[in-house]
């Protein structure tokens, strides 16, 4: 896998496929989790504005859900109290691999928020690397490139149209 695997491909196929990276380390390290709640909500990215959905995601990510010691202290604003047992249960042992394989969907959803797309979007293209490069590093091939070719870069100004990014998942099936 190389830079150019993603050149033509739109933000949201890009984000689809650090999802779908996520999902083949999370099966393959962790496979006797149940994954399905976290993975339906990371896979509503390709469906929703990335940063409507970034602000409800991060929530979750161990480096915010971890920064206080209870739900109340924390002030969430989307996550329930049921939710924030579940997830600081479910997440609390996980390797630093895969937490940063469920915050590279979210870094790329915020990347170039709020403004045009440079270039190509090189910065995100370099997340996913990092995403290939986690999963290559610990034995896992990473997803092919192929899967998210038909979301183009020449949709919406380098966004892409929004699509049901679950049919590209390995958890939700």
Known sequence: MNRNDFIDVSMIGRAAYAVMCAEKYAVTKYPDRNWKPLFNW???LTSDYFDEWYYRFMEILPEYL?????????N?????????DYYSSFLKDIDSNMSSLLEIPAKISMVYCYMPI????????DLLLDAARILEENGIEPPDTSAVAFSSFSEKDGWGEPFDG??????LR
């Open 76 to 84: 969430f604003e989307y996550l329930t109290e049921e939710d924030y």
């Open 166 to 171: 679950s049919r590209l998942s390995v958890v």
């Open 42 to 44: 990371m896979w509503e």
């Open 66 to 74: 971890y920064e206080f010691d209870n739900y109340k202290d924390a």
């Open 118 to 125: 440079p270039g190509r979007g090189n910065e995100s293209i």
